[in-house]
């Protein structure tokens, strides 16, 4: 999902989010997967029905848009075989809390990290970094 196809990913997230009321707190194309860190407004029920909807048509129109799937017709790969588009359903949680939000948003730091070609370990270790420099900044104005 980079190159030109980033470009698709981009304005589909986008659209497909305001076109739901999905907020976007946070959007990282790692390439082979997203991170998309969403705020759903409503009660529970209403915020789980807004996630479903949204997320089956981003799912789906991404694998359609970058990958020419079509319904009843197989993603095939560049050797013309059958292949799925993504390799696992969405995983989602909800997220709770000043320090759930944190860890969130340092998880999602270091997967952008190491998408662009650090480390696992080399990535962990600047995201925290970056993390604990940001908060100090914070607590002392």
């Not at 990958?67 to 390799?87: C, I, L, M, N, V």
Request: glycine letters at 10%; aromatic letters at 8%; proline letters at 2%.
């Amino acid at each position: 999902m980079l190159g030109a196809n980033k470009i698709k990913v981009n304005d589909l997230v986008t659209r497909i989010s305001r076109r739901y009321g999905v907020k976007l707190k946070k959007y990282v194309n790692v390439g082979n997967h997203l991170h998309l860190v969403v705020k759903l407004s409503g009660s529970p029920m209403t915020a789980r029905r807004q996630y479903q909807t949204w997320i089956r048509l981003l799912t789906a129109r991404i694998a359609f848009d970058v990958g020419g799937s079509k319904k009843g017709q197989p993603f095939t790969d560049e050797r013309g075989r059958r292949t799925k588009f993504w390799d696992a359903i969405p995983f989602s949680r909800v997220v709770h809390g000043l320090r759930g939000w944190r860890d969130i948003d340092r998880y999602v730091l270091e997967n952008e990290l190491e998408a662009q070609g650090l480390s696992k370990e080399q990535a962990i270790a600047l995201a925290r970094e970056l993390y604990e420099s940001n908060q100090a900044v914070r607590g002392s104005g």
